[in-house]
């Protein structure tokens, strides 16, 4: 057997737009196993939402992810609604729904653009990012951001959208139909991409059992799991959509599966500003004026998966424990079943194709030594070091 050589990407690589290292052992051209270091963008957002009122969690669960700013409130407001035994009202579930599937569009023709400039084909990227403009655009008019919406609350939404938005929304939606069908055509077609993604990166149906991976990553190789429909909530149970999936389990089946998603958030988006219309006006949120103790769970079908919010409350006006499962957390994993024996050339593509975020699920608990595998600080020495440190900035400012 020849000698491994360690080829690593990252922490700082244009492949990644966060930190992070992997570490690529290859005996040629061909990679033959994976390690990964994780912990560069650890940031305490479940310890300090406990600092924060349930109102001020909204905003900092937003800033968790910025292509996910939505779904992080979405899955935090589930979880705060089932402990306080609220309803929203109907047109707070059109608003979320649309709030949400802007998000995914926008979400989705983001990757896709930087899978076609991974592969050295910068047109796609250039259209995928042309067709995206038009959705922050959307969010713009509607929360007054093109990102960080502020849009989420218990009970319902911060603001409504008035009808004589609809119409530019319904605009925008048949723009990106014919759009995205164009997309669409360009990657199912073009033998380049069949070449570079075909065969590449492949996750069967029991690899994605196994690893407990979701959202297209699932979907691609067979798993026919949505939360949206799975277990209905906001509009998605008022309105008619299906779930796309595919069985290659290759880098290609998940782009298609994110094209085709788009065209079912199209078709969602176009019924909610429907149903905006016909109640014509109404409350969009039902007051909560306190929190009992308890403890709820929310998800929802973020952009990349399933987003998993635990809150305990207490009775006063802060989550006591707020724990977060965003979905990179389990797809990360499933990148070494992808990427060993890929060539070197495929294994960037493979890496990229689960759509990762690591500063959504990072985590640190321990610090070892990395050549000898000697624990050097437990979890609560490492935050006896960060108040040790905090304190000594506080004096010294």
Known sequence: MSEQKIIPIGPYHPLQEEPELFKLYCEG???RDIKWETGYNHRGIEKLSESKSFDQSFFLVERICGICSTSHPFAFANAMEEIAEVD???????????????????????????A?????????????????????????????????YAMFKI??????????????????????KKKTDLLTGAVMDDPVIHARTKGVGILTREDILEY???????????????????DPHAAYGMVDWKVITSTEG???????????????????????????????????????????????????????????????????????????RAPSY????????????????????????????????????????YGSGKKILSASELIKQSQKRTDYIKRNI
Not at 212 to 229: C, E, H, L, N
Request: glycine content about 8%.
């Open 116 to 148: 076609g400039h991974f592969l050295g084909y910068d047109t796609v990227f250039m259209w995928a990012w042309k067709y995206r403009e038009p959705v922050l655009d959307l969010f713009e008019m509607i929360s007054g951001n093109r990102n960080s």
């Open 212 to 230: 407990a991976a979701v959202g297209p990553t699932a979907r691609a190789s067979g798993v026919d799991i949505d939360v949206r429909r799975d």
């Open 250 to 324: 290759d880098v290609f089946a998940k782009a298609k599966v994110r094209l085709l998603e788009m065209f079912e958030s199209i078709k969602i988006i176009e019924q909610c500003c429907d149903g905006l219309e016909k109640l014509k006006e109404g409350d969009i949120e039902t007051v909560v004026k306190n929190v009992p103790a308890g403890m709820g769970t929310g998800h929802y079908e973020a952009p990349r998966g399933e987003v998993f919010h635990f809150v305990k409350t207490i009775g006063t006006n802060s989550p006591a424990r707020h724990k977060i």
């Open 155 to 176: 009970g319902g939404v911060r603001r409504d959208i008035q009808s004589d938005k609809l119409p530019k929304i319904r605009g925008t939606m048949k723009f990106l």
């Open 88 to 114: 929203i009202p109907d047109r707070a579930k059109y608003i979320r729904s649309i709030v949400g599937e802007l998000e995914r569009i926008h979400s989705h023709l983001l990757w896709v653009g930087l």
């Open 330 to 369: 389990v797809n990360i994993a499933t990148f070494k079943k992808a990427c060993v024996g890929q060539t070197i050339s495929d294994a960037t593509i493979s890496l990229a194709a689960v759509d990762p975020c690591y500063c959504c699920t990072e985590r640190m608990a321990v610090a070892y030594d």
């Open 29 to 31: 051209e061909i990679v």
